[in-house]
């Protein structure tokens, strides 16, 4: 594997996360740790890639690399082997900090002897999330130091350097990402690798246990960090003026990706400007944005999301005494949704600078393509269950739904998420929708959810008796974010033989007393399970058990076994759209004479759709 070689100057492409994967093991990292969520996953795959194929090689991976139960739990190990003195990492998408917050504020009293760098992966424009919030904030609200890469090069340098960081301020870090640096990809220049140190040294320090008395003495310690922090920012390398041009009164303050727009368009414009690039952006360099606000009458902050760069040169330029014109979000220029790209930026410079430029729009076609929305697989066992239930209780039911691939049975035929907050949310709110309504209630989470945060609502259904069925989607695999493993599965991230938790022992041990386990491709029993379980007064939960489709034909690929394929027979096919209408697999569609038909390529041969054809029309076709 390249991105494991040590050799120091050689060249790779590598992805924005791969690249931060690059950083930590050059850095002589000793713990990883995460919950996969998009848009960080690959940086944790990058870990078990790397410890998987050392393994296979007999060789040491050089670190402990997990993917943890929840993102608290992440946090928390990786928190405790940084406190013994080992060089840490946790990454997270943006709602996973929401997650491990508790950890995260405490963490920062306390501080660590070796260096941990928590990754943030923020989504604007909510590429693969529910919300699109700053993580910028958590960095002021807990008082952390921050740093905020805007290529992959800067990416695996930032988090090399924030090791050492971390270790001279005795205190967790934070590199904040985006979608568009996480995934892009970006020429990386190696450095030489450290060896990681194995083991850790745990010294009692009586300043680690946060009772109040102690939390009042450790937040002057956290203040007087970031003083110390800051004046680190004012030297960080990756704190520069760049010149554009001759000099002028206007500058350009930005950060991360956006700095990419702001320099390209500035050179297209051939703009006269100077522009402030910050890469360490909690604590700012005050100093450095000082000398930079007195040189300027004109500043544009370039920042997508909050204006929290903006607000913090407002301050500046109010405690310094200077006349500057601010150009930014809170000016009306620039908007505080979605993710940026050059042709925004370059559209408010044209504005600003009063440029007279004709913006070619790319041509739309007169051809108006219907909209395509993602789609549960083919064969995807959700499905089934999804029809199931429907089947079973066809009107007068309230679905609240969860993070997962399942939330696409939002989509048309089935329709079935009716409501969602969060991970985990399902169950705790089909318990607020029993108490608020007479309806009945059918909610649905996926078995890495149920890991991660689905078990405590089902304890307090089981406790106050609430009048609900919850459905556990146990496709054995953390599906949506690249199939990792969760503790319902036999091996950890690592490749080691691990001990499965099965989920139906974990609801029993919650107490539930109905439980019902489904093979959710018989349909017919699986219909039958939803009738007892919703007639039963109180908490009943069906356990969908059957395996992701790509895992189980990937499977037997491996084993070279054939995988049948279904097809229609035309004649006995009476078009009632069933397999369509009301089923929906992607796989069947209309020709253009109105006849339906399976896409050889997509069928995954799960066979539920001869299963719901009411004419048998639909057989298995012989290889």
């Not at 805007?150 to 960081?165: C, D, G, L, V, Y």
């Not at 020429?187 to 300043?207: A, D, H, L, Q, V």
């Not at 041990?509 to 039958?528: F, H, L, Q, R, Y």
Request: aromatic share 8%.
């Amino acid at each position: 594997m390249e991105i494991i070689e040590n050799k120091p100057g050689k060249n790779i492409l590598l992805l924005g996360n791969e690249a931060i994967t690059r950083g930590a093991i050059e850095a002589g990292v000793s713990v990883a740790t995460t919950y996969p969520g998009t848009p960080s996953s690959e940086i944790a795959d990058s870990f078990s890639k790397i410890a998987k194929y050392k393994t296979k090689k007999n060789k040491e991976p050089g670190f402990y690399f997990e993917y943890s139960t929840n993102e608290k739990v992440a946090l928390e190990i990786a928190a405790a082997a940084a406190i013994t003195g080992l060089r840490s990492l946790t990454c997270m998408k943006h709602v996973g900090l929401n997650v491990a917050s508790d950890t995260f504020m405490t963490y920062l009293y306390i501080g660590c002897r070796g260096g941990h760098v928590i990754v943030s992966a923020d989504d604007p424009s909510c590429h693969s999330s529910q919300n699109e919030q700053d993580n910028r904030y958590y960095a002021i609200f807990g008082g952390a130091p921050m740093f905020e890469p805007a290529t992959p090069q800067e990416a695996k340098e930032m988090t090399r350097m924030a090791f050492e960081i971390s270790e001279e301020l005795n205190s967790p870090v934070l590199l904040r990402t985006t979608t568009r640096l996480n995934h892009a990809r970006g020429p990386i220049t190696f450095n030489k690798i450290e060896k990681s140190k194995e083991k850790g040294n745990f010294e009692r320090n009586p300043m680690w246990v946060t009772t109040p008395e102690i939390a009042r003495a450790r937040h002057p310690v956290l203040i007087k960090m970031l003083e110390k922090a800051e004046k680190i920012s004012e030297s960080y390398p990756y704190n520069e003026i760049i010149n554009i041009g001759k000099q002028s009164e206007w500058g350009i303050i930005t950060s991360g990706v956006s700095y990419n727009y702001v320099r390209e368009i500035s050179e297209e414009l051939n703009l006269n400007v100077k522009i402030l690039k910050l890469g360490m952006t909690h604590p700012i360099p005050k100093n450095i944005c000082k000398k930079f606000i007195r040189s300027c009458k004109k500043i544009i902050i370039v920042e997508e999301l909050e204006p929290i760069l903006e607000n913090q040169i407002k301050q500046i330029i109010y405690d310094i005494g200077v006349s500057v014109r601010i150009f930014g979000k809170t000016t009306g220029h620039f908007s505080r949704l979605y993710e940026y790209n050059p042709d925004i930026v370059e559209e408010v410079f044209l504005k600003i600078f009063k440029i007279n430029k004709e913006i070619k729009k790319p041509n739309k076609s007169k051809l108006e393509l219907p909209k395509r929305p993602p789609a549960l697989c083919p064969g995807c066992p959700h499905r089934a269950t999804y029809y199931a239930a429907k089947k079973a209780q066809p009107k007068g039911v309230i679905y609240p739904t969860d993070i997962g691939c399942y939330t696409l049975g939002k989509e048309k035929p089935l329709e079935m998420a009716d409501l969602l907050l969060c991970m985990g949310s399902n169950a705790g709110t089909a318990c607020g929708l029993a108490v608020a309504t007479d309806e009945k209630i059918i909610s649905f989470m996926g078995d890495s959810t149920f890991f991660h945060s689905g078990i405590p609502p089902i304890i307090d259904a089981v406790h106050h008796n609430h009048n609900v069925v919850i459905t556990i989607l146990d496709n054995r695999t953390t599906a949506m974010t690249g199939h990792q493993p969760h503790p319902g599965t036999d091996f950890d991230g690592m490749g080691r033989p691990a001990k499965k938790i099965l989920v139906e022992n974990v609801v029993k041990g919650c107490g539930v007393e109905n439980i019902e386990i489904i093979n959710p491709n018989n349909i017919e029993k699986s219909t039958e399970a939803y009738k007892r379980a919703l007639k039963y007064s109180g908490t009943s939960v069906v356990i969908s058990k059957s395996p992701c489709i790509i895992l189980e034909n990937r499977n037997k690929r491996k084993r070279n076994e054939i995988i049948h394929v279904y097809q229609i027979d035309q004649e006995k096919c009476k078009k009632c759209k069933t397999c369509i209408g009301k089923f929906g697999c992607p796989a069947i569609y209309f020709e253009e004479d109105k006849s339906i038909h399976i896409d050889m390529n997509q069928c995954n041969g799960c066979g539920n759709c001869a299963t719901i054809c009411p004419f048998n029309a639909i057989f298995k076709k012989e290889n």
